[in-house]
């Protein structure tokens, strides 16, 4: 079995941890107390798990010494040979679980998400898939028991989206979704379409970690805020009053929109929320810049130039180009069931960080085929 990294680095971050935890001044600042506590926990199981796969090892030489010493009682060898394969199996185990454990957690990972759905290229087909991605996410959330907040939107003429800006929360969730970010690409028979053509369009998706006020410093005099009345069919109490809420973020030129309460304080603070979680992104894609220029089949940049994930109606396929892997199973992912395309993103992520952390090569991944472009 391949040798695990050094754990003295860990051990040594444990014990500054601990150092701190014992000052008489440590809970003064909760939110760094949670921090470190949970950073310290953290390394506190790394490390259990760590002493415990060498004890295993351990085990396993004294098991195959007995098991190898024709002196030996016949009894404790034959006890030996059948408990072998049992300690084997929990060491390749726990080998798995270290290597996880090492890398570290991405600070936004337990973030509740804020998804940005905009039609792009494709007219109408467009803005009724990008309708089809919002409800993909909403069943997903509500399988998870997570819980989805309508922010804004932007409808079409015949029922589609132009723009959904919603917040979604519970456990987990910006480390699941940000994945998701990208550009979705469709294709498919319109139903406005006499001939039946194939048409591709494409709809791009914004997943960003929810910002707090601690998070991003936001300077007043940055913004440049305007109400006005919210636009929609006549006679709703929305349209009766200047509730529609548009800010400009003027030194980066963001601009959030937000109309779909009927209380401006409302929709203020919801745009506030947008503003502070895009703002949030900004800054975590800069620093990631600063020293790492990314693989070309990286997984989670939030790359919105990339084509990221196609939905074949005719062949009843899914296919995420990063990995190359193609489902067919294309009615099951729109109704929400995501996990595989998920999950096999993450294992493809922990093998990328895991070369970086072993300095060992990752393994290729194939290439979506020509069939599937």
Not at 131 to 158: C, N
Not at 224 to 243: F, K, L, M
Request: glycine residues 6%; charged residues 30%; contains cysteine.
């Amino acid at each position: 079995m391949d040798q695990l990294p050094d754990i003295l680095p860990f051990q040594h971050r444990l014990d500054e941890l601990d150092a701190q935890m014992a000052e008489p001044s440590f809970y003064a600042n909760a939110r760094r107390a949670a921090d470190v506590t949970r950073e310290q926990q953290r390394l506190r199981a790394l490390v259990d798990e760590y002493r415990a796969y060498e004890k295993l090892g351990r085990d396993i030489e004294e098991h195959g010494a007995l098991f190898k010493d024709p002196k030996a009682d016949p009894e404790l060898r034959g006890l030996a040979e059948l408990e072998l394969p049992d300690l084997e199996r929990r060491r390749a185990a726990l080998h798995e679980s270290v290597l996880r454990a090492m890398i570290p957690p991405e600070p936004s990972d337990s973030r509740n998400t804020v998804m940005e759905i905009r039609a792009g290229a494709g007219g109408d087909e467009a803005s009724l898939f990008a309708a089809d991605l919002y409800r993909m996410f909403v069943r997903y959330a509500e399988g998870r028991g997570w819980k989805v907040q309508p922010m804004s939107s932007s409808g079409s003429d015949r029922g589609g989206f132009k723009e959904v800006i919603f917040l979604v929360t519970g456990t987990d969730v910006y480390k699941r979704l940000k994945y998701e970010s990208g550009v979705h690409r469709v294709q498919r028979i319109p139903v406005t379409e006499a001939n039946g053509r194939i048409h591709t369009s494409t709809v791009t998706v914004a997943v960003l970690p929810e910002a707090e006020e601690v998070d991003v410093q936001i300077d007043p005099q940055d913004l440049e805020i305007t109400v006005q009345r919210a636009s929609g069919p006549g006679g709703q109490g929305v349209n009766t009053t200047d509730s529609a809420v548009r800010i400009i973020h003027k030194p980066t030129g963001l601009i959030v929109f937000c109309a779909d309460d009927r209380s401006q304080i409302k929709n203020k603070a919801r745009a506030m929320a947008v503003l502070r979680s895009r703002l949030l992104k900004l800054k975590e894609e800069e620093e990631r810049a600063k020293y790492a220029a990314q693989r070309k089949g990286q997984i989670g940049t939030g790359d919105r130039s990339e084509r990221i994930r196609t939905y074949n109606f005719p062949q009843n396929r899914v296919t995420d180009h990063r990995i190359g892997l193609t489902l067919y199973s294309l009615p099951q992912v729109l109704e929400g069931n995501l996990d595989a395309l998920i999950e096999a993103l993450q294992r493809a992520e922990f093998e990328e960080k895991l070369a970086e952390l072993t300095g060992a090569p990752v393994i290729a991944r194939r290439g979506a085929s020509e069939d599937e472009e």
